[in-house]
């Protein structure tokens, strides 16, 4: 890469434009989708091959660092308005992939590059955003975070996140901080089941808290299950028994995915409880931060999660990178494939988990 290659790298990087980047992997989709056959493993593909290799080139000639500081742009609605085109983008792959699958055999090449593709378009632009604008302080953009959440079947997240995981971030009681020595496969298990029984136990306290019963018409939980409900029967009236079995499947995978995401994210790291038995404040070194560059752009910085834990209401365009915080050796897709060996996983990162983490990991 010659002198001149990396100052337009570097004009680009230092653009607002280059949040366009997230749309490429529903880009990808979209060409798989239309083309059919092979074409289907596209997204995977550039997700999980691509992306590490210009990652590890990035990284080589050092533009990861490029970029490091709080870009302090505040609100523009140029940030805004990436955000809100993906409500679009999911949605109308969801239906465009839907579309096609009906004439694919349940066990075919398609079939199961369809489920792939969308299950990683659902995870990458409809969780992530998801989970970007469920921390924004306006009702409306609250509102679109839950909407882009249904085709996961993963609205509960919403309270889960930002009313459990937040407070209880790296410590046992957080269903999403993965413990020491824990495999992905068994962290996929206890994340989602905690998450849910998490978003229960927190919807019950706050309709106790106004004195109202839990089976309230105020119950969020009642109408995040009536809405999901209702867009599975909408997706079996018009798509049949395939459609619904390839939604069901490709929602799973999503949220594998992005389980997968809190694994990176959190392994390993824990807080210390206080002689007051409560938990020291959550700080830079409780989250895994991230700088690969091409990573954190089609991911709108969550990459950046030590930065986001300080301040959770922080736009995605004004985090930084936390030198500081504990650093991830991989990007985000090449962190997830390792984790899917777990010794391998464990041999990489448990020599980076601080000593006195490593210590009450152990603890009681």
Same mark, same amino acid.
């Given at each position: 890469?010659?002198?001149?290659?990396?100052?337009?790298?570097?004009?680009?990087?230092?653009?607002?434009?280059?949040?366009?980047?997230?749309?490429?992997?529903?880009?990808?989709?979209?060409?798989?989708?239309?083309?059919?056959?092979?074409?289907?493993?596209?997204?995977?593909?550039?997700?999980?091959?691509?992306i590490p290799t210009v990652e590890f080139m990035l990284t080589r000639y050092g533009i990861d660092e490029l970029e490091t500081?709080?870009?302090?742009?505040?609100?523009?609605?140029?940030?805004?308005?990436?955000?809100?085109?993906?409500?679009?983008?999911?949605f109308g792959l969801l239906i465009y992939s839907l579309t096609k699958i009906v004439s694919y055999e349940y066990f075919s090449i398609e079939f199961l590059g369809s489920l792939l593709s969308l299950g990683l378009v659902l995870a990458s632009n409809g969780i992530n955003v998801a989970h970007e604008l469920c921390h924004r302080t306006k009702t409306p953009e609250r509102f679109l975070g839950k909407f882009l959440l249904i085709p996961s079947l993963y609205m509960h997240f919403y309270l889960e996140h930002n009313y459990g995981h937040h407070l209880m971030v790296a410590t046992k009681e957080d269903p999403v901080t993965a413990k020491f020595n824990e495999s992905v496969y068994n962290f996929w298990i206890s994340a989602i089941i905690g998450e849910l029984f998490g978003a229960i136990k927190i919807q019950k306290?706050?309709?106790?808290?106004?004195?109202? &019963?839990?089976?309230?018409?105020?119950?969020?939980? !009642?109408? $995040?299950?009536?809405?999901? /409900?209702?867009?599975?029967?909408? @997706?079996?009236?018009?798509?049949?028994?395939?459609?619904?079995?390839?939604?069901?499947?490709?929602?799973?995978?999503?949220?594998?995915?992005?389980?997968?995401?809190?694994?990176?994210?959190?392994?390993?790291?824990?807080?210390?409880?206080?002689?007051?038995?409560?938990?020291?404040?959550?700080?830079?070194?409780?989250?895994?931060?991230?700088?690969?560059?091409?990573?954190?752009?089609?991911?709108?910085?969550?990459?950046?999660?030590?930065d986001h834990h300080r301040i959770a209401e922080t736009e995605y365009q004004?985090?930084? &990178?936390?030198?500081?915080?504990?650093?991830?050796? !991989?990007? $985000?897709?090449?962190?997830? /494939?390792?984790?899917?060996?777990? @010794?391998l996983w464990f041999k990489i990162m448990n020599p980076r988990v601080p000593k006195d983490m490593y210590e009450l990991s152990f603890r009681k």
């Open positions: 890469m010659s002198a001149r290659d990396i100052k337009s790298l570097n004009g680009f990087l230092l653009s607002d434009l280059k949040y366009l980047m997230a749309y490429s992997i529903p880009l990808t989709a979209f060409i798989g989708f239309y083309f059919g056959g092979y074409w289907l493993f596209t997204t995977p593909f550039y997700i999980f091959v691509i500081h709080r870009a302090e742009k505040g609100i523009h609605w140029l940030f805004d308005l990436m955000l809100y085109l993906n409500i679009f983008i999911v306290n706050m309709l106790s808290r106004k004195n109202l &019963s839990f089976f309230s018409v105020y119950n969020d939980m !009642f109408w $995040y299950m009536i809405i999901q /409900l209702s867009y599975i029967l909408l @997706v079996f009236i018009l798509f049949g028994i395939k459609g619904l079995t390839f939604c069901l499947l490709a929602a799973l995978i999503s949220v594998l995915l992005f389980e997968s995401v809190n694994y990176i994210e959190h392994y390993g790291l824990l807080r210390k409880k206080l002689s007051s038995g409560r938990y020291e404040r959550v700080q830079e070194r409780h989250s895994w931060n991230s700088n690969h560059i091409f990573g954190r752009i089609v991911l709108y910085e969550l990459t950046r999660h030590s004004n985090l930084k &990178s936390i030198n500081n915080s504990p650093q991830l050796p !991989f990007g $985000y897709p090449t962190s997830i /494939l390792l984790s899917f060996i777990p @010794v």
